[in-house]
């Protein structure tokens, strides 16, 4: 029984190390945001910068874990195998959970899923626990502390609300300011923005982030707190002093505040939110010592577990391996940058690749925002708009070639967060880390005026998503994990190892989806972002063909498939397949809206003489991968609904004259296609007048049919469906051959 124990103790410091690596991919957004969106230094130097930050923060750690071992369930009402299958049930479904968030790209709180996990495992057995109690004494209060999930909830709402005002009002000052040639503008400001912002990350460092360090003992929290008014004055006379300097000898001293606020970040993140991670095993570690040492023969579903209501500390040995693990995984998770791209393209300051689409309560918050906005407008003077309009003035943008927004806004959000995380610990406010980092950044761009009449609809729906996932998170931890709990509880040791294949099997699919899906998504992505950050008209022109030629190929690669799988699936009555197709087609209709709305971006970039001369061939082979897409909808919506009503399949004789038309057509767009990768257009005609004949061809199949129809023999319902995957087919001909024409003269 010990054996058996001890192996799942083993098991969930295991899914430890995998939940280090997917908490630290989805949090890095919080620390790496600013710095990267900036373009603030080298990739590599913002990275070692945090990573000496993480490591320190973690093996600074004081190593106390309680909310783990007592903090939402009171341990003395628990038996040994309870708590095990509590700590299990949180492993699995906080390793899942954040993983899922990971690949959508979404940031969401490692300490709400902990705590709601655990609340919700707890919340199960309570259940069980307060039903089998004959005396019935026994309730939720006695097993639960519901004050710590209450607080959670409250802190979302609070730090949403509080970090996005302040976000959004300081950051309107300081463009009033600095404005956006901000460069001009920094003869001796810099040195007290500087001493400002410098003052406030110690202040941070010593509030939060440093707060339960190995070192901060009560006399020395004690002292900090009798002395912060002269430690905040010496600081800021000092930096005031060192950032004037730094000015005088050319250096970049947002550069520098920027590097210092991601340093001061990662640290407190590490620090503090080290227990979201290892707290768990490490509370399991110590209730299976406990058992081990102290239950003297009693079972594992007798033995309470009163002893994890002390306090404990953790080895050093576990900090040093888990500040480690945590550095491997932000240098090399592809996951930590898709979650920071998530929040980077919504703070981006001119238009990019817009993630989110558009919804009514996104548009009905704009439209509701500029009704107000003109009303306003109507009492401030004219010369007062005339001065704002130009501190924001964006003609004269200082921006380092290829980042998202500029060093002034990268400052403001770092010193901000930390800022207002620190003044919410001192004041016990429960103020989220990754909700406040994220809502200053939402708000700074707001004042930055990045959200424009062109994006604002697509960037509040990206905002209202990712909050909309937090509460999603709390919601979400807690059924899984009570779900989890619940099977293993009845299902014992058979149940918690058919949990850990699971967990196993799902970690393994999703880094296999997500590595396909990203080797899909990379070469266009590249090019895109090479042809944003060119400043050459000649290579944005050629990096901005090659893109166009791309989305070309990648659409008759898909119509090829597509248009083969659904006539196959109806030849052979196949289901699965039609439904595939139907799920395809709309896929791929929102992937060519993404498309071309970034190569409309990449037409503004070149030259305006030659971007009038190709927008007809462009806007000709847009429409045409519309309406191919629209052909295979149009095809695959009467055939999946034939097949899924168990209908007469398509007549030998019908199947017999259209294969070999299909297999002409796969065989005509694959030239095609081969034309457009090779760039050899003199076989264009060639193909063309051969896509002409595959009309007449069609248009004769057509004739048959309806021929046909009048005879009784023939099955009506087959044959229109078979006369709509002819008359579709014609159409799809018609559309392939457009946009071969478009492409030869898009060159």
């Known amino acids: 029984m010990e054996t058996m124990f001890l192996g799942i103790v083993i098991f969930v410091f295991l899914l430890a190390i995998f939940d280090l690596v997917v908490g630290v991919s989805n949090d890095a957004v919080n620390f ?178 440093l707060k339960d360090s190995s070192f901060m003992t009560a006399e020395n929290k004690q002292w900090i707190q009798n002395n912060t008014l002269m430690l905040t004055t010496y600081c800021f006379i000092g930096f005031t002093i060192l950032m004037q300097i730094l000015h005088w000898c050319k250096v970049n001293v947002f550069k520098v505040i920027v590097l210092m606020g991601t340093f001061a970040l990662a640290t407190a993140f590490a620090g503090n939110d080290l227990v979201n991670f290892i707290g768990v ?176 609809v697509y960037r509040i729906t990206g905002v209202l998503s990712v909050i909309g996932g937090w509460f999603i998170t709390a919601g979400a931890a807690f059924t899984i994990a009570a779900i989890v709990v619940l099977i293993m509880y009845y299902g014992g040791f058979i149940a918690m190892l058919a949990m850990i294949g699971l967990t196993i099997y799902l970690l393994f699919r999703s880094e296999q989806l997500y590595s396909k899906k990203q080797k899909n998504e990379k070469a266009n992505d590249a090019i895109f972002k090479q042809l944003m950050a060119s400043k050459d008209e000649k290579e944005r022109w050629s990096l901005l063909r090659q893109h166009v030629n791309n989305t070309h190929v990648d659409m008759f690669d898909f119509i090829m498939k597509t248009y083969t799988i659904i006539t196959d699936g109806f030849i052979k009555e196949d289901l699965k397949s039609l439904r595939k197709a139907m799920i395809l087609s709309g896929e791929e209709k929102q992937a060519l809206k993404k498309t071309r709305r970034k190569e409309i971006i990449g037409l503004r970039r070149i030259n305006k003489f030659a971007a009038i001369e190709k927008n007809t061939w462009f806007h000709l082979g847009t429409n045409s991968c519309e309406q191919m897409i629209y052909c295979m909808k149009r095809i695959c919506e009467p055939c999946k609904e034939h097949v899924d009503n168990n209908f007469k399949p398509l007549s030998e004789r019908a199947r017999n004259e259209f294969i070999p038309v299909r297999d002409e057509m796969i065989a005509l767009m694959t030239q095609a296609r081969d034309v457009i990768i090779s760039g050899d257009y003199d076989k264009a005609d060639a193909i063309l007048k051969d896509g002409d004949g595959l009309k007449v061809k069609i248009s004769t199949l057509r004739r048959h049919q309806m021929n046909r129809i009048h005879d009784e023999s023939v099955n009506v319902k087959t044959a229109l469906v078979y006369l709509n995957i002819l008359q579709e087919s014609q159409e799809l001909v018609s559309s392939w051959r457009h946009l071969l024409r478009a492409s030869r003269m898009f060159q």
Request: hydrophobic residues 50%; proline residues 2%.
């Open 281 to 456: 095993p490490l509370a399991s570690l110590s209730a299976y010592e406990d058992f081990v040492a102290n239950a003297g023969g009693a079972s594992a579903d007798s033995y309470l577990m009163g002893a994890l209501n002390g306090p404990a500390t953790t080895p050093a040995i576990f900090l040093f391996g888990a500040g480690a693990i945590m550095v491997i995984a932000l240098i090399t998770s592809k996951k930590a940058k898709n979650v920071i791209k998530t929040s980077v393209d919504l703070s981006r300051q001119d238009e990019g690749d817009e993630m989110f689409g558009s919804s009514g309560a996104a548009r009905s918050i704009v439209r509701t925002t500029m009704n107000v906005a003109q009303n306003i407008s109507k009492f401030i003077p004219e010369g007062v708009k005339d001065w704002t309009e130009k501190r924001f003035c964006k003609d004269v943008m200082v921006m380092e070639n290829g980042a998202a927004f500029d060093l002034v806004r990268a400052s403001v959000n770092l010193v901000l967060a930390g800022l207002l995380i620190a003044l919410g610990t001192s004041l016990k406010l429960p103020l989220s880390t990754t909700y406040v980092t994220f809502m200053v950044a939402m708000g700074t761009s707001l004042a930055d005026r990045a959200w424009g009449r062109e994006t604002a």
């Open 32 to 209: 790496l945001n600013s710095a990267i969106g900036a373009k603030a230094a080298s990739f590599k130097v913002v990275i070692t910068v945090a990573a000496v930050g993480v490591f320190l923060g973690a093996a600074l750690s004081n190593g106390m874990m309680e909310i783990a071992r007592h903090g939402i369930f009171q341990p003395a009402q628990f038996t040994f195998e309870e708590l095990m299958c509590i700590f299990l049930a949180v492993m699995v479904t906080d390793v899942i959970l954040l993983d899922i968030f990971n690949t959508l790209g979404m940031p969401t709180s490692t300490t709400v899923s902990m705590v709601f996990e655990l609340l919700g495992g707890t919340f199960i057995l309570a259940i069980i626990k307060i039903a089998a109690d004959e005396t019935g004494l026994l309730g939720f209060g006695d097993l639960l502390n519901t004050e710590k999930a209450l607080s959670v909830i409250i802190g979302i709402f609070t730090s949403v609300a509080i970090a996005f005002f302040f976000g959004t009002l300081v950051q309107y000052i300081s463009r009033l300011i600095f404005t956006f040639n901000y460069t001009g503008r920094l003869k001796y400001t810099i040195g007290i923005f500087g001493g400002i912002a410098a003052t406030a990350i110690i202040y941070f460092m010593l509030i939060k982030g």
